[in-house]
């Protein structure tokens, strides 16, 4: 059964870094565009950044500077997905969610239903 789990959110001050986890299992995610997209109260999911299956990266423009996708994409089991965020805002505040869909291509990955597998969500919240 396809599963994503994020990890690493939590509670921190304005200015910190938080570096979020994704791991994706159950299917063979290596040809799979994968995405963070973040949701706040009150607010539609937006879209954050994005790794294609061939490593090309994307992002939010706002978000660009303080915030870097990787992937790894090595173990065919399990593909991994990380957000390292720094400089965070409290606007940041939000769930974030890892996503992967079947099409990878950059011109798509931006919306958020192309994307066919969620994961639960992890909560970050930056004081102020």
């Known amino acids: 059964q396809e599963q994503l789990v994020e990890s690493g959110g939590g509670l921190v001050p304005a200015g910190d870094s938080l570096r979020l986890s994704c791991a994706a299992s159950g299917r063979a995610f290596n040809s799979y565009g994968m995405g963070w997209f973040r949701q706040a109260p009150g607010k539609e999911r937006e879209f954050v950044a994005a790794?294609?299956?061939?490593?090309?990266?994307?992002?939010?423009d706002a978000l660009t500077g303080r915030f870097t996708a990787s992937r790894d994409a090595r173990d065919n089991a399990q593909n991994k997905l990380y957000l390292q965020m720094s400089s965070l805002e409290p606007d940041d505040t939000a769930v974030y969610y890892c996503?992967?869909?079947?099409?990878?291509?950059?011109?798509?990955?931006?919306?958020?239903?192309?994307?066919?597998?969620w994961g639960r969500g992890t909560q970050v919240t930056v004081s102020s």
């Open positions: 996503a992967a869909a079947r099409t990878d291509h950059v011109a798509t990955l931006r919306i958020a239903n192309r994307y066919s597998y």
């Open positions: 790794v294609t299956s061939g490593g090309t990266i994307i992002y939010a």
